[in-house]
């Protein structure tokens, strides 16, 4: 559709492409040749969990399980502190005959700030690196893209990547599938 | 949806080759082991009570291996899991183990008039909490009841494994759904007789006391035990070129996970345990925690706390020992020997008040039972293939992937 003559500040500028796949196969086997071609702005959008699909598309490790590690060990200290601080210091309380401070009886508490704190931090945290919440998205746009909730799998490139180029990005992604690359345009 | 199975037709499956060193290593660790400490046990003034006392420990820590096998069995087949099937086999030889336990178990009905305390007619007489408790703690009923939860475990123990190796005759995927059918119900026999054999071999010990979560503590003693020896047979079995291919780091990965999460329900029943008694610190309930916390005892119930919960929740947490076979083999091993130290903390400060009195006795029976439970294993596994050959799970288990 688009011709040489027509320059990309003719119109929306160009989110970047997608292109749609059939089988689980043809996708797991399309990542790993974007993967190797160097690509990294890039994603897979599949209806269901693809088992080996990190792999396929040389997903980094998460720093997530270290946030959440910390945010659950602050959480441990936290519970700790407040009872100490309410039970024995602030307002000495002397509950049967026990010990003013005394961790068996902090552990309840402290366990439960440790999840609390564990778990608030690992959806905080899975959204904040996922850059979620986001009211709109490019990939909404394209009629195609709907089938992704339902029995389609796709694969997006960028025009942000630094590797991208109209022509060979295109040329990559009609490799993979025997689909029809669609442009995405920019949310306007 | 899962990867490309794997092709495992070339793949080893029978022990052969490696059976005969295998059991000769096994046996000399059982002629060590028993000759050795029976020497020791003769040669010292009460080394025949000493010896029956760690007996005890030993046999109640194989029996949670065996234990804990038999509920990952019974388990899989709840929940219909496929991830599991390859290393189902070896599972399920472990389990067939406790009839090996019944036969062990007769030192211990022998021992029982030094062992439990409420054996002694002449101290009921003048207790009237024995006395009250003489219906159900006598040693006939005893023996009856020790009888009846190893002829429960065996029989599941031996369905399962037996209808497992029909089907890789036969290869009917009915055969799934029949041990799938009998597992549910079986899972609740389970649990009972689990509970009532814990109260009865080692809370009994102290028959002053009781603990309703007992039976729970030696349930998570019992997975974590099978849990963190599960990931040790693989490895070996592996690097002797056994399910070489057909076992992932994927499937070691789960173990790492299931033995993660069973260290912390472990800890999580302990601590139950010790709250509510600490909490309403009731005489009659408290002594029993006394004992385990006075003289040498401090340290060994510290040891329990670092070695058996902070250690391994440090250690497992992350992915890095899960993924690496040999790591987590080794930290299996080392898990499994804090089980054992937390049986004898169970049973050996009821004999030894305020001196942790661990010595080379132990070592050898420790031992001793190990080259036989291990013999057994290894001759069960060599009769039938290590792999569920045609369970129609099987290629899911080769192909699965962590998400």
């Known amino acids: ?188 | 949806m899962q990867g490309n199975a794997l092709d495992i037709t070339t793949e080893t499956r029978h022990l052969d080759g490696v059976l005969r060193p295998a059991l000769i290593v096994c046996g000399v660790l059982a002629t060590i082991g028993i000759g050795g400490s029976l020497l020791l046990a003769k040669g010292s003034e009460g080394g025949m009570d000493h010896l029956l006392e760690t007996y005890l420990v030993s046999f109640a820590f194989f029996l949670s291996i065996s234990l804990g096998a038999l509920f990952f069995v019974l388990l899989q087949h709840c929940t219909r899991a496929g991830w599991s099937v390859v290393v189902r086999r070896v599972a399920e030889a472990l389990a067939g183990n406790v009839w090996l336990m019944a036969v062990l178990a007769i030192p211990v009905v022998l021992g029982m008039d030094h062992l439990y305390h409420w054996t002694d007619a002449a101290a009921a007489a003048h207790d009237p909490l024995l006395a009250g408790k003489l219906g159900f703690l006598n040693p006939s009923f005893f023996i009856v009841r020790l009888i009846a939860y190893f002829i429960i475990w065996g029989v599941m123990a031996s369905f399962l494994h037996r209808t497992s190796i029909a089907q890789d005759k036969s290869g009917d995927p009915g055969l799934t759904l029949r041990m799938e059918r009998f597992s549910a119900p079986g899972m609740v026999l389970f649990a009972l007789s689990l509970n009532f054999a814990a109260f009865d071999l080692l809370m009994s010990l102290d028959p002053h006391w009781f603990s309703t979560i007992f039976g729970v503590y030696y349930f998570a003693a019992s997975v974590v035990a099978f849990l963190a020896v599960m990931p040790k047979i693989l490895y070996g079995l592996q690097t002797r070129g056994i399910l070489k291919n057909a076992v992932t780091v994927e499937h070691y990965h789960d173990f790492g996970k299931l033995l993660f999460g069973f260290t912390v329900f472990w800890a999580y029943i302990a601590f139950s345990q010790y709250m509510l008694i600490w909490y309403a610190n009731l005489p009659e309930e408290t002594e029993w925690f006394l004992k385990r916390q006075t003289g040498e005892w401090t340290t060994v119930s510290l040891i329990l706390i670092f070695g058996h919960f902070v250690v391994p929740f440090l250690l497992l947490v992350s992915r890095f020992i899960k993924r690496r076979p040999l790591l987590l083999a080794l930290t299996g091993g080392y898990v499994a020997l804090t089980c054992w130290v937390d049986i004898y903390w169970l049973v050996i400060p009821e004999f030894s008040p305020g001196v942790a009195r661990f010595g080379l006795l132990d070592i050898l029976c420790l031992l001793g039972m190990n080259g036989v439970f291990s013999a057994a294993v290894l001759f069960r596994l060599s009769r039938h293939s290590v792999i569920a050959e045609k369970d129609p799970r099987l290629e899911e288990s080769l192909a699965f992937e962590n998400a």
């Open chain 1, 1 to 188: 559709m688009s011709t040489g003559n027509t320059t990309r500040s003719d119109r929306a500028a160009l989110y970047g492409y997608l292109v749609a796949f059939d089988k689980v196969d043809e996708l797991l086997v399309a990542a790993a040749a974007v993967r190797d071609a160097g690509y990294t702005r890039w994603d897979a959008h599949t209806p269901f969990v693809i088992h080996g699909l990190d792999v396929a598309m040389g997903v980094k490790k998460t720093v997530l399980p270290y946030i959440v590690f910390l945010a659950g060990l602050t959480g441990a200290a936290a519970g700790i502190l407040l009872q100490w601080w309410t039970n024995a210091v602030d307002y000495p309380f002397l509950i049967s005959g026990k010990p003013l401070f005394s961790l068996p009886a902090n552990i309840p508490v402290a366990f439960e700030t440790t999840i609390l704190f564990a778990a608030i931090s690992a959806l905080v945290g899975m959204l904040a690196l996922n850059g979620l919440p986001q009211l709109s998205h490019p990939l909404f746009s394209n009629r195609s893209f709907k089938r992704v909730t339902d029995d389609r799998f796709f694969i997006s490139i960028e025009a942000q990547d630094p590797l991208f180029e109209v022509a060979k990005t295109r040329e990559l992604l009609e490799s993979v599938s025997d689909q029809p690359v669609e442009e995405i345009e920019e949310l306007s």
